[in-house]
């Protein structure tokens, strides 16, 4: 059902604007994504600071063209357009879920539709990143735009190929959300339409970081290895591939796409969801074996991964880690399960058309990227991104309702409360603990703060940034000249006898890795400004 | 795939590379933070010794307050109470021109204070050592050697976190917090 101008107006403005007007609410420099290490990566390919070598290239081995742009939104010096910015690109998840809920649930009230699409940034979880974090939420932008296709227009596979294609390149741990989601797609769309979709995927995951590293190689001037998706690859095998993906993609336009009209449900459909399962549960158990994930994160058992999705008993992560998690109490993920499990009973019926069965699988998909980084990595923060595809998730359930419209109206109004209070009990205003707390200005280092910091650091000097804290003092200092590097080194093998150390004050055990790398510290101080404290040493070589 | 007119598709391909080009060449990310002189280095290292320097007044170190300077490694960026220790060992510096100081006294707290165990912490000067168990807040008193340069140490037994304890959401250990330093002069 086309909406109205009105319909539109309402639904595409105001909340980008509602969310743009709270990332600036919650105050100066409050995103920890505007000022870790995505400042300094993006910063240092963009600016042209002596920084390529090394650690810090290999921060950039993964693409950073997003980290690039989160550079420029501070580069300006204005603490309230990131905020904005990201907080209005957040906002657009209420429109979209707003889209597919009218796509799945046309006889739901204008209203009822609205206010559930609203609940995908009201969570706690969700709300916390608006305005303040660059991946999670536009990744599931991403997803959500491909979610909308896949249910409008399934015949657009390329298009909803490349759509789950960005969601890793903007934030790599939203990939495991954009595999199943990709997976589901998969089983859902018809004939070509899967081509067209893979080879969607394929393009976008390639090139995207292929021409990320392309321009840092423009940078450094090293042609024989291209670092893609952290491997380091020959230039002829990453110009051998690009040369394939580009004929995959010719081909797969070449193709015919088929009308909506000729999509039938398909007899084998039932298989999906089964297949959806035993993909997420293969993943997870691979993930879990791989020993990528902090044990202090995961479910010791099977039991505490329900706990956790049920939110039940004490549902808090045990970790030491500082986040948001601890104070993260939501109740989206049980209601996400429970409408997969809905969703899984609902294939059954025979008489499902075939927007139906894409509106069952796009439900279970959603539940089961959560479950698989609930369960992989005991970290649900990692899964914000699907997450704000939840009230996508309960519309297209209750799109299949035979209820009358005022019980319907009731269970969505009752659901979005229950997704929503929770929030009303969480301060948002809240910085974590163990976080800095950058509310004093409104930029990380006042001007005479910075003029003292540059005096500091010699003319076409080396420095050394030591802790993740301190890698802000390059893009704030806004200094080129200096050769940044991460990891100790011995002044032997850079061929110096003196050098800048930068370190976090807060924890010095590890400082020891200069002293026995040959390096002796001349003069040390602590710089307490106003936000920020950097220790800072002069070194010389032994 | 929908049918695009060439004249839209190219309008669409200039306009990207030129918003490519203008991101990649043209935006300049920090313009005006360039090397500096000698001059400016010794401006540098000269501030760092004055913002050490202290009287007869009782320094603070909450955040925006100048005693945050006297913090040396160990602390955590100073929160509005003070500055809390982040690990076992930490140090505040500090100068008193040409004044010769004899005592240092430190108001400190235990992290955190309400229904906390009491935290073990050693205070020591060049001269003196204080060994106590912290619980709530307390001022302890060293004597310093009378040097214009000082700088007392603080070592603290690092606890569970508020967190661990169901005492609030911090997860910081348990440590303590230092809340002001008072020195005292000869003949002030």
Redesign the interface.
């Known amino acids: 059902m086309p909406m109205s101008r009105r319909e539109k107006g309402v639904v595409w403005i105001i909340p980008p604007i509602l969310s743009a007007l709270l990332g600036m609410a919650v105050g100066p420099l409050s995103g920890f994504d505007l000022l870790n290490l995505r400042w300094m990566s993006g ?1 240092v390919v ?2 042209g600071a002596d920084g390529l070598n090394g650690s810090v290239a290999a921060l950039l081995r993964t693409p950073w063209l997003h980290d ?1 742009v989160i ?2 939104l501070l ?1 300006p010096g204005y603490w309230w357009l990131g905020p904005a910015v990201l907080g209005a690109v957040h906002g657009l998840l209420v429109p979209l879920s707003y889209a597919c809920i009218r796509l799945c649930a046309p006889s739901l009230s204008r209203v009822g539709s609205a206010t559930l699409a609203g609940t995908s940034l009201l969570t706690p979880l969700t709300l916390m990143h608006v305005g303040r974090e660059t991946g999670h939420l536009v990744a599931g932008l991403f997803l959500a735009l491909a979610a909308r296709e896949f249910l409008a227009n399934p015949e ?1 596979g ?2 909803i190929g490349l759509l789950v294609g960005l969601a890793p390149l903007v934030k790599v741990s939203a990939g495991l959300s954009a595999v199943i989601l990709g997976f589901a797609f998969l089983l859902g769309l018809r004939g070509r339409s899967r081509v067209q979709f893979v080879t969607g995927v394929a393009s976008v995951v390639w090139f995207g970081a292929f021409i990320s590293s392309l ?1 840092l190689r423009l940078r450094i001037g090293k042609w024989s290895v291209i670092p893609v998706w952290g491997q380091l690859i020959s230039a002829e095998i990453a110009l051998g591939t690009s040369f394939l993906v580009l004929v995959l993609v010719g081909l797969a ?1 070449g193709l015919p ?1 088929i009308t909506s009209g000729k999509q039938r449900p398909s007899r084998l459909i039932w298989l999906s969801p089964l297949a959806l399962i035993v993909g997420t549960w293969t993943i997870a158990v691979w993930i879990r074996r791989a020993g990528v994930s902090d044990p202090r994160f995961l479910p010791p058992s099977f039991s505490d991964l329900i706990r956790q999705l049920f939110m039940l008993g004490n549902a808090r992560v045990p ?4 986040d948001w998690e ?2 993260y109490v939501d109740n989206s993920r049980m209601l996400l399960v429970l409408m997969s499990i809905f969703a899984v009973f609902l294939f059954l019926r025979p008489s499902a058309t075939h927007l139906q069965q894409r509106m069952l699988l796009l439900t279970v998909a959603i539940g089961a990227s959560v479950v698989l980084i609930q369960s992989a990595f005991g970290y649900v923060r990692y899964a914000s991104q699907s997450l704000a595809l939840v009230p996508i998730a309960i519309g297209c359930v209750i799109g299949f309702s035979d209820g009358r419209r005022l019980w319907r109206e009731i269970l969505v109004f009752s659901l979005s409360a229950i997704i929503i209070l929770p929030t009303f009990e969480t301060n948002i205003w809240f910085r974590a ?2 976080m ?2 950058y509310d ?1 200005a409104s930029t990380l280092l006042l001007t005479e703060e ?11 000097s080396t420095v050394f940034l030591f802790g993740s804290s301190v890698r802000s003092a390059a ?1 704030a ?5 200096i050769k940044w590097l991460l990891k100790p080194l011995y002044p032997e093998d850079l061929n110096l006898r003196t050098a800048t150390l930068l370190y976090d ?5 590890d400082l020891d890795k200069f002293t026995t790398r040959h390096w002796r510290f001349e003069r040390c ?4 400004f ?4 950097y ?1 800072w040493c002069a070194m010389k070589a032994v | 795939m929908a049918f695009v007119p060439a004249r839209k598709r190219f309008r669409v391909i200039v306009g990207t590379s030129l918003a490519a080009f203008t991101v990649l060449f043209v935006v300049d990310l920090r313009s005006g933070s360039s090397a500096p002189t000698a001059s400016d280095t010794l401006d540098s290292l000269n501030a760092l010794s004055s913002f050490l320097e202290v009287g007869n007044e009782t320094v603070l170190f909450a955040a925006g307050n100048a005693g945050r300077w006297l913090l040396q490694d160990g602390f955590y960026h100073p929160d509005d109470q003070g500055a809390l220790m982040s690990q076992d060992f930490a140090s505040i510096r500090f100068s008193t021109g040409n004044s010769e100081p004899v005592s240092a006294s430190l108001l400190l707290s235990a992290f955190p204070i309400d229904g906390s165990p009491s935290v073990g912490v050693t205070l020591s000067s060049s001269i003196d050592d204080l060994d106590l168990e912290v619980a709530g807040v307390e001022l302890l008193t060293v004597a310093l050697d009378g040097s214009s340069a000082q700088e007392l140490t603080l070592t603290c037994r690092v606890g569970e976190s508020q967190f661990d304890l169901d005492l609030g959401p911090d997860l910081r250990p348990q440590c303590l917090r230092v809340l002001e330093l008072t020195v005292s002069l000869e003949g002030k």
Do not use: C, M, Y
């Open positions: 910063w963009l600016s690039g550079s420029l580069a657009h390329a298009r321009i336009v796409t970790t030491v880690l500082s601890v104070l603990p163990g800095k707390a004093q910075e003029q003292l910091l540059n005096g500091l650091l010699p003319a076409e893009p200092s806004g200094r080129t000249d004050p807060a924890f010095t055990r101080q602590t710089l307490r106003e936000n920020v404290s220790g």
